[in-house]
């Protein structure tokens, strides 16, 4: 009878465990008791294997369909708050309500994918920043640069509002590895505009790697990499459709924002589609009006998903942005009085990601990506001079440079688990890189006779290849593996990293065609051959080590070191710049960089406190600088002959070294205490100078007070030193500090759609202050003065 009686009973709870369930809930503020919208809902079984997914609508609800009866935990993360884990019993319908804290400071909880692999950012070893949505929304920031500035150790350098780049630890774009959703973007860096081709507010975060990174993504990440993940559809447990709204307004350039979204899925899709337009004046400093400032912009981009199995997932994406009639005021590449402006500079993306999940106890994924992006910019330079002598007028008109790069690219990449304290990941990554650029100069010489009378006039247009057609491809292959040991305390990480690199080129002349008073001529004379057709290999190789050692549940201490390498950019080996400022050449027989770094940093993460110090040591070998030298050519009649030039070598030798830091106290209920510092210095140590382009001391310190159930407020202190190590050539710059204010209020829920409102004052005092990155790339003295900005955001 008991063996009767235990059957039932077992039969019971197979049978409970056997049927489907249904988990409905809501979240809300823990201390408003306001509804939370967009909040990601997941449950997984104690396998890990089986999960499910939803997401907050906008009246704060969620709800799941189909659920197996079992045990589960569920996990509710939301920007801003405390992420949480409970567990729930799945053996009957349930209604739960879920409150989250909000979070006043950083507790190292968000999730980063920048390292290869999902991770809490405080479960990683190397210095990593992260800029969120939030950050984003309540900023007046135009590009990604803007924004990343508010970050310890990076700074802003431009070339206009529009046109702009940033510096990590004192090492500037050709040392940094840009992407796009894990994709490398591969564009010119002698004009800042890598970073600026997105819309901002499209933007999900962005993660800075800070420090040597190669052996992650290969060549080029000597100084870091910067990471800016797009916002993308999701999947969800029932079907949805929303949207939203965007729209702000900026006083110091006019600018005016508009953005509109649409998302729609289920549980085995989804589709997002997003555009934007962007319009902007001259932009206005307390000395007066930046002129060849303004810009217009335009973006459309579109992802969509599909759950093919239980865990096989395919993602696509595509992004497009165009740009018109943007001013570049600065750069380096044009002489001081030239006007140059990009007529249309583009991008445009294409990504697949498919995705293989929990395919083994063992084998936790594997993931195949491929990318094919394309960046045109096509620049129109007015040089506003003239050269006279006794016999002719020569008057350059205009000069239209052309540039295209097309990368193609695919990564495969496989995760394990050999056991329960062992991550391994291994993955192939290749890329190409192919350039074609063109150039005409418009030119008028008026003849003159012995009076000094014009008699007659002569139109000429030079075709010019500034580089010839080029490719750059390598392709690696790489591997990271973690151990966790010492009773959970210790995580070590390891890795590395073996490149091949193919550089080709075609043949290049210095003038292609010459077209006179509209007859043009193909094989014109004194044609000189810049570059002979040529193909090199080359290969490196790169490593790093990262330990971080857990002190208390609250402290850590993590160490990390690194070999790194960037192969000579196309523009590097194959440049040929003539704007009328100075002769810029490029080494086809250039050697790679070498780099070697150490970092060192402390974090405590106390609910009501948070401390992050890295100390830092960078030395660099062959380092590809210009120096003056005679370019050595043929003319196509065989006649060698030589021109002074300013011509890319392996010389240098430089160290730098620093500090970098973050806090933030809650020291009272609502109110936080924030800062950050930035300590970079660069030297030469072959000729014991110092390096170009590093900024000076800098940081920010800044109280914010949440008022609940309405608004907040930040009140920020900006303040940079004197930079007066410079290197020969460089302009001294003078320290300045600066003031800003930033508001936003909560979401106001108006039944048939949400809204939230940001704004802010920046400069506040119209301080007139100058960019040490900035003043020394070209004609940008002054930084904006007074702007006032007004942002909103709505929910539908």
């Known amino acids: 009878m008991k063996t009767v009686k235990l059957l039932f009973l077992l039969f019971i709870s197979l049978n409970a465990f056997s049927q489907n369930y249904q988990l409905k809930g809501v979240v809300i503020d823990s201390q408003t008791s306001e509804r939370l919208n967009g909040v990601h809902i997941q449950l997984f079984d104690n396998s890990g294997k089986s999960h499910y997914n939803s997401i907050t609508n906008l009246d704060g609800e969620f709800q799941i369909k189909q659920i197996a009866g079992d045990n589960y935990h569920l996990f509710a993360s939301y920007l801003g708050y405390t992420r949480i884990e409970n567990i729930v019993i799945m053996n009957s319908n349930q209604e739960i309500e ?20 999902d991770q809490m950012i405080r479960e990683v070893s190397v210095p990593l920043e992260i800029v969120d949505r939030k950050q984003i929304e309540n900023s007046s920031s135009v590009t990604v640069s803007d924004v990343l500035q508010q970050e310890s150790g990076v700074a802003v350098s431009r070339d206009g509002v529009w046109s702009t780049g940033v510096n990590i630890r004192g090492l500037g774009e050709q040392r940094i590895v840009m992407m796009v959703d ?43 990499i910067v990471n800016v993940i797009t916002k993308e559809g999701y999947f969800n447990s029932t079907p949805y459709f929303n949207g939203s709204f965007n729209s702000g307004f900026s006083s110091a350039n006019e600018l005016f924002t508009r953005k509109l979204t649409f998302n729609s899925g289920s549980n085995r899709w989804f589709v997002r589609l997003t555009g934007s337009l962007r319009d902007a004046d001259d932009i206005k400093t307390p000395e007066g009006i930046i002129q060849n400032s303004q810009f217009s912009d335009e ?54 990601n498919y995705a293989i999940e929990n395919i083994s106890t063992r084998f936790k994924s594997l993931n195949f990506k491929y990318y094919y992006q394309f960046i045109s910019r096509d620049v129109e330079l007015q040089p506003n001079t003239q050269a006279k002598d006794s016999i002719r007028i020569t008057t350059p008109e205009l000069t239209t440079p052309v540039g295209e790069h097309t990368t193609n690219g695919f990564q495969i990449q496989s995760n394990w688990n050999f056991s329960s304290n062992n991550t391994f990941i291994a993955g192939i990554d290749a890329w190409q890189r192919n350039v074609f650029t063109s150039r005409e100069k418009y030119i008028r010489v008026d003849v003159l006779n012995t009076s000094g009378d014009i008699t007659a006039t002569n139109n000429l247009v030079r075709g010019e290849t500034p580089m010839p057609e080029s490719s750059f491809g390598t392709a690696g292959i790489y591997f990271q593996n973690e151990q966790i040991m010492l009773n959970n305390n210790l995580k070590l990480n390891f890795g590395g990293r073996f490149d091949g690199i193919r550089i080709a080129n075609e043949q290049a002349f210095d003038i292609d065609y010459l077209i006179t008073n509209g007859v043009r001529n193909d094989s014109p004379p004194n044609q000189r051959i810049t570059f002979e057709k040529n193909e090199e290999y080359k290969t490196s190789w790169s490593a790093n080590l990262g330990a971080l050692y857990t002190l208390t549940n ?25 704007l009328g400022n100075m002769v810029r050449l490029g080494d086809p027989n250039l050697d790679p960089e070498k780099g070697y770094s150490v970092d060192l940093g402390l974090r405590i993460w106390k609910p009501n406190f948070h401390l992050k110090i890295n100390g830092f040591v960078n030395w660099l070998s062959d380092m590809i600088v ?17 021109i002074p030039a300013l011509i890319n070598s392996n010389v240098d030798q430089a160290r730098l070294y620093g500090v970098d830091m973050n806090i933030e106290y809650r020291f009272y209920k609502s109110f936080t205490l924030f800062g950050l510092g930035s300590f970079v210095r660069g030297e030469d140590t072959k000729n014991d100078k110092s390096l170009p382009l590093i900024p000076p001391l800098n940081g920010r310190l800044g109280i914010r007070y949440e008022i609940p159930k309405y608004a907040g407020i930040d009140l920020i202190a900006v303040g940079f030193a004197d930079q007066n190590k410079v290197a020969e050539g460089e302009k001294v710059t003078k320290g300045y500090a600066r003031y800003d204010m930033a508001v936003h209020s909560i979401m106001i829920n108006a039944k048939a759609f949400k809204f939230q409102l940001f704004g802010g004052l920046e400069n506040i005092g119209n301080r007139t202050y100058s960019n040490h990155l900035s003043t020394n790339r070209g004609a940008i003295n002054f930084e904006p003065g007074r702007n006032l900005y007004v942002k909103l955001k709505v929910l539908f």
């Open 554 to 578: 609250e402290v850590d201490l993590s160490l990390n070191a690194g070999r790194s390498f960037r192969a000579p950019s196309l523009e590097e080996s194959f440049k040929y710049i003539d």
């Open 299 to 352: 973006s459309i981009s579109l992802s969509a998903g599909i759950s093919l199995f239980d865990n096989h997932t395919l993602k696509i994406n595509y992004q497009y942005f165009d740009a018109d009639d943007v001013g570049i005021p600065g750069g380096s590449a044009f002489p001081g009085p030239a006007t140059a402006t990009y007529k249309d500079a583009k991008r445009e993306l294409f990504s697949a």
């Open 626 to 642: 210009e120096v003056q030298g005679d370019f050595i050519y043929s003319f196509t009649t065989g006649v060698i002959d030589t």
């Open 98 to 117: 879920i409150k989250l804290d909000k979070e006043m400071i950083t507790l190292g909880e968000v999730i980063v994918s920048s390292v290869r692999h």
């Open 182 to 224: 894990g994709y490398r973007i591969e564009t010119a860096t002698d004009l800042m505009a890598s970073l600026t081709f997105f819309d901002v507010d499209d933007i999900d975060r962005i993660e800075v790697i800070k420090g040597a990174s190669s052996s992650l993504y290969g060549t080029g990440a000597m100084g870091g």
